[in-house]
């Protein structure tokens, strides 16, 4: 059986524009930081300032993603590694993933995120121990509690359904 590795890469021009916006956002809220912040209560200081921060730290992580020369996810016959920004890598098995689904998170009517994730047959250990495994397997179904790994698909070099069917046809060779 040939071993055939996809390596998923980021989409430079989205990291760009998305590095484009948070400056933009961040050089207008420190140069009118006075202007903007009197006259405001407490809380809408704290707002101003947490927005500032958030935007700030956008240019710094797409600045990271513009460096960085590692893929962000390599698929081959045997697993899935999802490569993070900082750390070690996961490694999902495809003989350990039951199911692929998509979940899209929407704002306005339009789609703002989507995200591929794998409902495992046999999450790990730690993961089983966490709160957030045990409070999303009372409050949801046990398929949504199984998914331990899910790729962020807003900054790829390819779309989400590629990524998906790719996946899937990984896993049918496997099984």
Known sequence: MKNDVINVYL???KVLLFLIVSLIF???SVSLFDK?????STFEKII?????ILFGLGVILSIIYLLRKKPMLTIDDEKITIYKLFGNPNIV???NIKSVNIWTTYHKGFVSNRQIVFELRNPTDKYKRTLFYKLIKEISSQKTANTQYGIQTNFLDLKYSEIEKIINEKI???T
């Open 11 to 13: 989409k430079k021009s």
């Open 26 to 28: 961040t050089i207008i």
């Open 36 to 40: 903007i912040i009197e006259n405001k």
């Open 48 to 52: 101003l300032l947490s927005g500032m």
């Open 93 to 95: 098995y495809l003989e």
């Open 172 to 174: 049918k060779n496997v």
